[in-house]
């Protein structure tokens, strides 16, 4: 096998790594805003402050690997198709997409979540928080999904 072939074929494998770590985020992260989301701006602050020390957790666990493992390959990814010079534009597109989900998480919801670790966030100004927080994850839905779109055209 020649060099180029063996950088094409390192291409897509890592195409289809990152392709596959990325729909599982993108479902992950959509799973989590149509289902934990709302349930959890229904609960009222003593029910949501219960409940956060045994879930919080549990979903940085799930999340943690997703969301590194994720942008992780999507640079390799868009890397090996530079090199290889096929679907660049896609590639650096999921790539740099999955970068602004970790801006997200650097911008709001490192301090948002540590916030209600805390229990810093006020009874009666915890309905504001989960809408906020609500919307920033949607947003951060958005980027995923079309994060997994671009890999998807990068394969």
Do not use: K
């Not at 959890?40 to 402050?49: D, G, I, K, N």
């Not at 390959?73 to 010079?85: E, F, I, K, P, R």
Request: one cysteine or more; a neutral charge; charged letters at 10%.
């Amino acid at each position: 096998m020649t060099d180029a072939g063996m950088i094409s074929g390192l291409a897509g494998l890592a195409g289809l790594a990152a392709a596959t770590l990325l729909g599982l985020l993108a479902g992950a992260l959509l799973a989590e805003g149509a289902l934990l989301v709302p349930y959890w701006r229904t609960l009222s602050a003593e029910q949501f402050y219960a409940l956060h020390p045994t879930y919080g957790p549990r979903l940085y666990r799930f999340y943690a690997p997703l969301t590194i493992a994720a942008p992780l390959a999507a640079l390799v990814s868009a890397g090996l198709a530079t090199a290889a010079g096929v679907h660049v534009a896609a590639a650096w597109g999921a790539a740099l997409l999955t970068l602004a989900l970790l801006a997200c998480y650097g911008l709001f919801f490192r301090a948002a979540n540590d916030a209600f670790t805390r229990h810093a966030v006020p009874a009666d100004e915890l309905p504001a928080a989960l809408a906020r927080w609500a919307a920033w994850h949607h947003v951060r839905v958005v980027i995923a999904i079309l994060a997994f779109v671009c890999s998807l055209l990068a394969l």
